[in-house]
């Protein structure tokens, strides 16, 4: 089986401009969760969304957004992008988000350079 | 507030050698703890989890963590340590508090460095 599919792997945009990076969960799971990691820090929760709601929003300004479709893929998008910006980008999918389903499969991820 | 503190930038070991690689946490109510692995450039492998049950979680790739609620703290170790397990470790804790959002909070992250 798959597993969690992320695209593009890398890219490199300049500032002001807009990036949507995209993301296949494993089969059969509902919940898409993004994280950005900075290089040499541990990886910082962005959104989570669940049946196509968002369930989750980290500590992230507005120019980050994000939505999940009704075969459970999902888009992050981030607009005006900042140098600060530059990060890997990590895609996770779970069953769900309850009790029983509580580890997230994480896909390669997109490193995103903003020049 | 939730979170998740590992001590030591890098742990060098030899191989054949045992290994720890330290977390404490800070939660409040039931902990669900994680262990994940980094090779150079490529995302987060799951090794194991504690939500309930023995103190004693036994993972992937020969790895395990001990729980212990009363010294706050869910060590990585492994009784010989390969050459290949040399990486990049995440504890992380799950945020389940009344959002219940799934949120998984990261440590810093531990270089492991296994010299032949």
């Known amino acids: 089986d798959a597993g969690v599919t992320q695209s593009p792997t890398h890219l490199i945009k300049t500032r002001g401009q807009q990036v949507t990076l995209r993301c296949s969960p494993i089969?059969?799971?509902?919940?898409v969760s993004w994280y950005q990691q900075v290089l040499g820090q541990g990886p910082q929760f962005i959104f989570q969304?669940?049946?196509?709601?968002e369930r989750g929003r980290g500590n992230f300004p507005d120019r980050f957004s994000a939505r999940q479709f009704p075969n459970y893929s999902s888009e992050l998008n981030v607009n005006a992008l900042l140098l600060g910006d530059s990060a890997l980008y990590l895609c996770?999918?779970?069953?769900?988000w309850g009790r029983g389903n509580t580890e997230a499969f994480f896909g390669q991820g997109t490193r995103l350079t903003v020049v | 507030a939730q979170s998740v503190a590992q001590p030591e930038d890098q742990v060098n070991v030899a191989e054949g050698n045992p290994l720890t690689v330290k977390c404490t946490y800070s939660?409040?109510?039931?902990?669900?703890l994680f262990w994940y692995v980094q090779y150079p450039n490529r995302g987060l492998q799951f090794l194991l989890k504690?939500?309930?049950?023995?103190?004693l979680v036994k993972g992937s790739y020969g790895f395990e963590a001990e729980f212990n609620k009363r010294q706050t703290s869910f060590h990585l170790k492994k009784p010989s340590a390969l050459v290949s397990d040399s990486a990049l470790y995440f504890c992380?804790?799950?945020?389940?508090?009344?959002?219940?959002?799934?949120?998984?909070?990261f440590g810093q992250g531990t270089t492991l460095q296994v010299k032949p």
């Open positions: 992380a804790v799950r945020d389940h508090g009344s959002s219940n959002t799934g949120k998984l909070i």
């Open positions: 996770a999918s779970s069953l769900g």
């Open positions: 089969s059969g799971h509902k919940s």
């Open positions: 504690y939500i309930t049950g023995d103190n």
């Open positions: 969304y669940y049946e196509k709601e």
């Open positions: 939660v409040s109510g039931n902990p669900y």
